[in-house]
């Protein structure tokens, strides 16, 4: 198994990631052929089940970005499964404490660091039979977070050992600071929270991801120290695409995406 992700970090390279919400392997191919650096399957607030995760990364790993997934929430059960599949890195939203990193930690890391129960049937298929020794320095860990209770605890979660990092959710962070959920935060407050994530993250060494709801907010997230960035959702894109090209035929302004 490459450590293709974490050494790409490592280098201080960037990455641009796809966002898969849509349950349909035709639209993630289009995705990743458009050239992210990345792909991301969600399975929390995306429309996807697991079986349909696993027939979605059986198509991205045929092409060249790594696939990482975003499980439904912190549980042994769904984690152990998506990294059974093969899928080179996890997303675990609402790490709010040192308690939850260590409850990540357990499901996605093999022993003696965690407590990952052996049974990598797909795994082993794709990325060869040393996957086992492999994983724990392979597999990307990622905590979200999203709350003002993961803020204060953000010191201790970068430092439990097996995380490799944290991904930032804006909306549900707004949301618990009291201000507008969106993908693109005007608020100083929740500005100033996402500045001090990447900037807390450099510090421990650790890897640092974010959503976005622009390109230009991407570029301001490396900016600011970020390593890489989640552009919208397919499903976003595909409907802003839509209300453009219609606009455009009544010569209107696309002024908002119905649905979103």
Known sequence: MSPSLHSHFATGAKAVNGWCALPSPVTAEIMARQGFDLMTVDLQHGLIDYQMALTMLQVLQGLTAPVMVRVPWNEPGIIAKCLDAGFAGVICPMVNTVE?????????????????????????????????????????VLAMIETREALANLDAILAVEGIDGVYVGPSDLGLSLGCE????????????????????????????????GSPDMIRRMFAQGYDFASLLTDARIFATAIAGQLAAVHRTSAESVKGY
């Open 181 to 212: 959920p969106t993908l693109e935060p005007t608020d100083p407050q929740v500005l100033a929270a996402i500045e001090t994530i990447a900037a807390r993250s450099k510090a421990a060494g650790r890897i640092a991801g974010v959503h976005t």
């Open 100 to 140: 939850d990193a260590r409850r990540l930690v357990q499901s996605s890391r093999y022993a003696p660091l965690g407590a990952r129960s052996f049974g990598p049937t797909r795994a082993n298929l794709v990325h060869g039979t040393g996957y086992a020794k492999a994983a724990n320095s392979t597999v990307l």
